[in-house]
């Protein structure tokens, strides 16, 4: 046993030591995080762990981001506003939210909005990896069936087109007390954020998936711009997640 734990620790380690090198040569600001904290209350939630199970081989979420979304799905359910993620891909993060909703008996929906023909309005001088097409692998109908028939979740609507310029009309009339924005590129995500911002309800959190991780500058940089703002209280969670909350 303490072979096997020493090789996993071993393996572990060379990984960090890859991302670090590769984190350094895009900034002087990154290095390998390793917070000393040891509360874990994901190792008691079976359904967290079957699910994030079940989904992670189509999933670019970490772990942690995948319980955060969970949790906040949970706080979600009893506040003003539905839900909105844009940036689907395959449908982790939307089902992460959907089944603890789901399961929580909530009447809230999850308005689900991808091109699904990949990242958008990117290669600005604001990103600096993404150039627009990446992620295109996937389609409309593989999330539709991948959420309704494998997940069994009837609160998910997928919408499919640049958000929110070819969908955003059709929810403009909602609130929303929960955000998951995971687009990689700056452009995309101010839009986003513009359109949502008066849609927040007072409360509400936006969560950004890209924010502390080296080929998203752009959004790390978009997050930090809400820093100064009276309206606002910006957190920057160690497992990568950016998060605004709108206090005003
Ligand atoms: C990194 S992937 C999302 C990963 C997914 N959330 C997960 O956890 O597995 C980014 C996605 O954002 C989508 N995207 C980027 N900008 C968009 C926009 N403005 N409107 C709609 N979809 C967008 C891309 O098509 C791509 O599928």
């Not at 960090?16 to 209350?41: D, M, N, R, S």
């Not at 911002?197 to 500058?217: A, C, E, H, Q, S």
């Amino acid at each position: 046993m303490k072979t096997i734990n020493f090789l996993i620790f071993a393996f572990t380690r060379v990984q960090h030591i890859f991302y670090l090198f590769i984190a350094k040569l895009i900034g002087k600001e990154y290095q390998f995080i390793t917070p000393a904290a040891t509360y874990a209350p994901w190792v008691l939630d079976k359904d967290f762990l079957a699910t994030y199970t079940k989904v992670k081989k189509n999933s670019l979420l970490n772990f942690y981001q995948a319980w955060e979304l969970w949790t906040l799905a949970a706080n979600a359910a009893s506040k003003e506003g539905n839900i909105l993620e844009v940036g689907v891909w395959r449908g982790s993060s939307s089902i992460m939210m959907g089944t603890k909703l789901q399961q929580l008996k909530s009447t809230k929906t999850i308005f689900a909005c991808d091109t699904f023909e990949g990242v958008v309005k990117a290669g600005t001088s604001e990103d600096n990896y993404y150039k627009g097409g990446e992620h295109s692998d996937t389609s409309l109908q593989f999330v539709k069936d991948h959420v309704e028939q494998t997940f069994g979740l009837r609160n998910v609507q997928l919408l499919q087109g640049i958000f929110p310029d070819a969908t955003g009309h059709l929810i403009e009339n909602e609130k929303f007390c929960l955000c998951h924005i995971d687009v990689d590129a700056y452009i995309s995500a101010k839009d986003i954020l513009t359109w949502l911002w008066p849609r927040m309800v007072i409360g509400g959190v936006i969560v950004f998936n890209d924010y502390g991780f080296p080929l998203t500058k752009g959004i790390t940089l978009l997050v930090n711009e809400y820093l100064q703002r009276e309206d606002a209280v910006r957190i920057h969670n160690l497992n990568g997640h950016g998060i605004i909350v709108k206090i005003k």
